[in-house]
């Protein structure tokens, strides 16, 4: 084709970009890598291939990591790790700084290579995944310098083992080893088994710049090697990207191990497009995002949902954009579909296809062809897709766009929450007070309004719900790589004493058992059973319910009930905490005499309980309007909010040992960052909390924002860490009581925290009147926000 037949046709030619040096570098090792460990590449050990998906072609050969490999890896960045966050700040960030030029040095390599290995078409990998690789390491150089100024008395994890995904193979390296390194960890990272290449060439940009043996560790392999990371008794942390499948095996082999851990999970986002969005944009907009590295991306914009006045017009307009797409060779940079990583991948994609058009999904394809060789799928949209078909449901991870229509905004806002997933949302209107209404609605960790897929390295991204848990990028990415001093410096619980029983029938004078509490009212349990309390000597105390699993589920549908507790004004909240503490020192005496009658502590110290429980709420009334977002300036025209939202429904599993203290440090932060919350009590000591209700009914606390259900505590915490309708837990008691709760969350991917059967200091100011819980009731939303010109 001539210059003259394509000014006639306004047809692309072909752009194909250079491959020599790729396959020089390749060559350079004979086709064939090791690991790369403690500094050096390690002689290759049993191998498979990793090929080109586009064509088929083998690109090398890469090792299979065994669990000598791994304990190698991990022995190497143990030794080298106390000496890396010793380091100064700013010898820390030349190493990443050093890094990140030597990436833009060889960027065209990177782009080239990751192109061949992956798929992607070669202007996404050149234009944007290394560009934004360089960047992460650029803006964590930063931190390293500002760690314990703006992250004061934190220490590194230690050794991080990261597990990262095929789909962005360079990018989401940068993710994960940024931060780590920045923090003061040391890694040991597996890369995916089908795009290892850049990985392994990264390795060789830390040997040039001399960062110190050890403190990246590269071993590469199937799921059998990142299994035996995650198994590890020497890995501090475990951060994975990858599918919510793998992410919960991971959580449940986690489970009572200690390790830190973050999981950055599958998605299947809503596209939002009201009728007086401007069509052609939204168009623009769609193709970017679920089309962009042909649908395999997480947040993929994957559900479209349309405003039924604009469907007809908005697809036709999609139909005729979709017909000049381009689906071929990933190295032509004319081209604008590549290949999906593996013929597995494609087979995935296909049965997914087949099962929703036999559940109705009507398929619409463009004309054209696409390469008979190589792993290609054609750009495809759903129509006639109900909200239950398997494609609307479950995340396909592909080139497949699922299209349904809404009536109204809250019917928007319902379709889109109608999803186990929460990573992203994308919504268009060119009414802003309709965007900023719907972004708070959605249950999503990152909301883009009027655009797509935007990424930067001072952004956190993470999700909600089954997306997982953490957030990578931003404050919230370095926090999540770091852990507070004094929790290295706690003590086992020690062994509870055994408790003293009372006669059957054993009564002091009226009968006075106390109820269950439940939607703002006094419930009996549903069992008819009660439950002694006695103090030290045996001496019956007093009586509560004994609450079971119908319990459990009217608590929790009644805090389900009262979330619009978290659309109340933080000042509102603030009051209402403070009435509450003003309401507990009006009747200080009568809560001291209790907590000394229960558990036989001094006058004084059950005085000191009750003073410091009234500041405790003080204090947090005094954060609500106070622990709050940021607005981070990406290198775009944007600006991206962090709201901080609450979790949603927590269950509370309260310490045996101050029983009106430690209930009151898990439940005040909980409840004034807008979560609702069912909370167990002392099982020991219960009648603080039963006292307490009455406190919440003198306050204006609305019905079901605290629920209290007393009982034997860890049969009844199973039923609430099972619980879908719970979103968080915290638990504390014993190491494995904290494991088995763990585990119990494996199921909707809840998150947790326990005290992993360490003594808690709950008079400690500094450790339960700050931040620290604040965060784990809170989950960061960025909003994406156009702004500039």
């Not at 703002?520 to 609450?547: H, I, M």
Request: proline fraction near 5%; aromatic fraction near 8%; glycine fraction near 10%.
């Amino acid at each position: 084709m001539n210059v003259k037949e394509i000014f006639e046709t306004m047809e692309y030619g072909p752009a194909p970009e250079g491959s020599a040096e790729a396959h020089e570098w390749l060559d350079g090792y004979g086709r064939k890598f090791g690991h790369f460990i403690n500094g050096e590449f390690t002689k290759p050990g049993k191998t498979f291939a990793s090929t080109n998906p586009a064509n088929g072609e083998e690109l090398a050969q890469i090792s299979q990591a065994k669990k000598g490999d791994i304990d190698l890896a991990v022995s190497a960045a143990r030794k080298a790790q106390s000496d890396w966050e010793s380091l100064s700040g700013y010898e820390r960030a030349k190493y990443l700084y050093a890094i990140a030029r030597q990436v833009q040095k060889h960027s065209r390599l990177f782009a080239v290579l990751e192109t061949l290995d992956n798929g992607k078409p070669i202007r996404e990998s050149r234009d944007l995944d290394i560009p934004l690789v360089s960047r992460h390491f650029y803006h964590h150089a930063g931190w390293a310098q500002q760690r314990d100024r703006l992250l004061p008395n934190q220490s590194a994890y230690g050794v991080c083992g990261q597990i990262i995904p095929w789909n962005f193979p360079l990018l989401m390296l940068s993710w994960k080893i940024a931060p780590a390194l920045a923090a003061g960890n040391t890694v040991v990272l597996k890369p995916a088994e089908f795009t290892s290449l850049t990985a392994l060439l990264f390795a060789e940009i830390c040997q040039e710049i001399g960062l110190p043996k050890g403190v990246v560790n590269i071993v590469t392999g199937d799921g059998d090697a990142g299994e035996a990371i995650v198994n590890h008794a020497g890995i501090d942390k475990i951060a994975f990207t990858g599918s919510t499948g793998v992410g919960k095996a991971i959580r449940k082999a986690t489970a009572g191990s200690g390790k830190g851990l973050s999981l950055e999970l599958g998605g299947k986002s809503p596209f939002i497009v009201f009728e007086d969005a401007d069509l052609d944009s939204a168009v623009e907009g769609v193709v970017d995002a679920i089309w962009f590295n042909q649908g395999q991306v997480c947040c993929a914009g994957s559900r479209l949902l349309v405003q039924e006045a604009v469907e007809e017009r908005f697809i036709k307009k999609l139909k005729a954009r979709m017909a000049t797409l381009r689906v071929g060779d990933p190295l032509d940079k004319a081209i604008d579909i590549g290949a999906l990583v593996a013929p597995v991948q494609v087979e995935r994609v296909q049965d997914l296809m087949k099962k929703g058009e036999e559940q109705g999904a009507v398929r619409y394809q463009p004309d054209g062809t696409i390469p008979s060789n190589g792993c290609f799928v054609k750009p495809t949209l759903y129509t006639n897709v109900q909200p239950a078909n398997i494609i609307a449901e479950e995340e396909i991870f592909g080139p497949v766009l699922v299209a349904m229509s809404f009536r109204t905004p809250d019917e928007a806002v319902t379709l889109a929450n109608n999803s186990k997933y929460g990573l992203s949302a994308s919504i268009w209107t060119e009414n802003i007070n309709l965007a900023l209404d719907i972004a708070p609605r959605v249950q999503a960790g990152v909301v883009w309004i009027n655009s797509t897929n935007n990424f930067d390295a001072a952004v956190g991204f993470g999700g909600y719900k089954e997306s997982g848990f953490g957030r990578e990028g931003g404050k919230e990415g370095m926090r999540a790589y770091l852990r507070p001093e004094w929790e290295l410096k706690l003590k086992s619980l020690g062994k509870a004493p055994a408790q003293a029983k009372p006669k059957l029938f054993a009564t002091d004078g009226i009968d006075r058992t106390a109820k269950l509490y439940v939607g703002g009212k006094q419930a009996r349990p549903d069992g008819g059973y009660a439950r002694s309390v006695v103090n030290a000597d045996g001496k019956l105390v007093g009586e509560v319910g004994e609450g079971n699993r119908k319990d459990i589920r009217n608590a929790v549908e009644a805090a389900r009930g009262a979330l619009g507790w978290g659309s109340k004004t933080a000042h509102l909240r603030a009051q209402i905490l403070y009435y509450m503490g003003e309401n507990l020192d009006y009747r200080r005496n009568e809560f001291a005499d209790r907590l000394r009658e229960m558990t036989g502590a001094s006058a004084g110290a059950a005085k000191k309980e009750v003073e410091l429980s009234i500041e405790r709420l003080f204090a947090f009334a005094g954060w609500a309007d106070k622990y709050d977002g940021a607005v981070h300036n990406p290198p775009v025209r944007q600006m991206a909010v962090a709201m901080v939202e609450p979790i949603g429904v927590i269950g509370i599993a309260a310490p045996n040992d101050n029983p009106l203290l430690g209930a009151i440090s898990l439940l005040a932060p909980s409840m004034v960052m807008g979560n609702t919350s069912v909370l167990i009590p002392s099982e020991t000591a219960p009648l603080a909390m039963t006292d307490f209700y009455q406190i919440l009914d003198t306050s204006d606390v609305p019905g079901g924002v605290v629920n209290i259900v007393t009982g034997a505590k860890d049969e009844l915490t199973k039923t609430l860490a099972e619980h879908d309708g719970v979103d968080a837990m915290f638990y504390c008691g014993d190491a494995e009581g904290g494991k088995k709760v763990e585990q119990y969350s494996v199921h909707n991917l809840k998150q947790t925290w326990t005290n992993k059967g360490k003594a808690m200091d709950w008079t400690d100011r500094e450790i339960c009147e700050g931040e620290y819980f604040l965060e784990r009731s809170t989950q960061v939303k960025n909003v994406w926000v156009p702004y500039g010109a």
